[in-house]
T-cell receptor
Framework: AQSVTQLDSQVPVFEEAPVELRCNYSSSVSVYLFWYVQYPNQGLQLLLKYLSGSTLVKGINGFEAEFNKSQTSFHLRKPSVHISDTAEYFCAVSENAGGTSYGKLTFGQGTILTVHP | DAGVTQSPTHLIKTRGQQVTLRCSPKSGHDTVSWYQQALGQGPQFIFQYYEEEERQRGNFPDRFSGHQFPNYSSELNVNALLLGDSALYLC????????????FGPGTRLTVT
């Protein structure tokens, strides 16, 4: 079984400042890692994913994340945030079954990012 | 290219009633997964349907059941509603039951009074 812990429930930041949203996971098997964003009253949109290879992955809207296997972390970063980045962000994992996935996503509790002008 | 659609958008039911939620997958996708997102929580996996069969199930009681039709659309049924069933129900579609690439719909907001 897997579990995901997002270390901050809320992160306030000023516009154009850098931001890091922290995510740690626990799993007895290899996993795929994801970050999703949820805007108010909307579904989830995939920001980026780590499947294999380079531990630094780039996603949409200028976000990037780094996979750290030894620390079982997958922190999300953006060097300069905009007002429009205000949303809830979810870290998720799925089991890596030898190159395929069982499809089930396990999510963290979410981090609300609020960007102030 | 039509994305994942869900209906209805909002729903209000009374305790003890039954509800059916519907999902149409993204064009070309054949697998549907359902998630429950309680207020202030992350989504929790309910079950996944592929080839009209339930392939995986999360830790949800038998009151939660589903169906997948030959056109790959899906229904989520919840019987004997409890107040705790109030949540946003999200549908996600993918190509194949082992795909990690899931696309989410906007969700159905269920309120149980």
């Amino acid at each position: 079984a897997q579990s995901v812990t997002q270390l901050d429930s809320q992160v306030p930041v000023f516009e154009e400042a850098p931001v890091e949203l922290r995510c740690n996971y626990s799993s007895s098997v290899s996993v795929y890692l994801f970050w999703y964003v949820q805007y108010p009253n909307q579904g989830l949109q995939l920001l980026l994913k780590y499947l294999s290879g380079s531990t630094l992955v780039k996603g949409i809207n200028g976000f990037e994340a780094e996979f750290n296997k030894s620390q079982t972390s997958f922190h999300l970063r953006k060097p300069s945030v905009h007002i429009s980045d205000t949303a809830e962000y979810f870290c998720a994992v799925s089991e890596n079954a030898g190159g395929t996935s069982y499809g089930k996503l396990t999510f963290g509790q979410g981090t609300i990012l609020t960007v102030h002008p | 290219d039509a994305g994942v659609t869900q209906s209805p958008t909002h729903l209000i039911k009374t305790r003890g009633q039954q509800v059916t939620l519907r999902c149409s997958p993204k064009s070309g996708h054949d697998t549907v997964s359902w998630y429950q997102q309680a207020l202030g929580q992350g989504p929790q996996f309910i079950f996944q349907y592929y080839e009209e069969e339930e392939r995986q199930r999360g830790n949800f009681p038998d009151r939660f059941s589903g169906h997948q039709f030959p056109n790959y659309s899906s229904e989520l049924n919840v019987n004997a509603l409890l107040l705790g069933d109030s949540a946003l129900y999200l549908c996600a579609s993918s190509l194949g039951s082992t795909s990690y690439e899931q696309y989410f719909g906007p969700g159905t907001r269920l309120t149980v009074t």
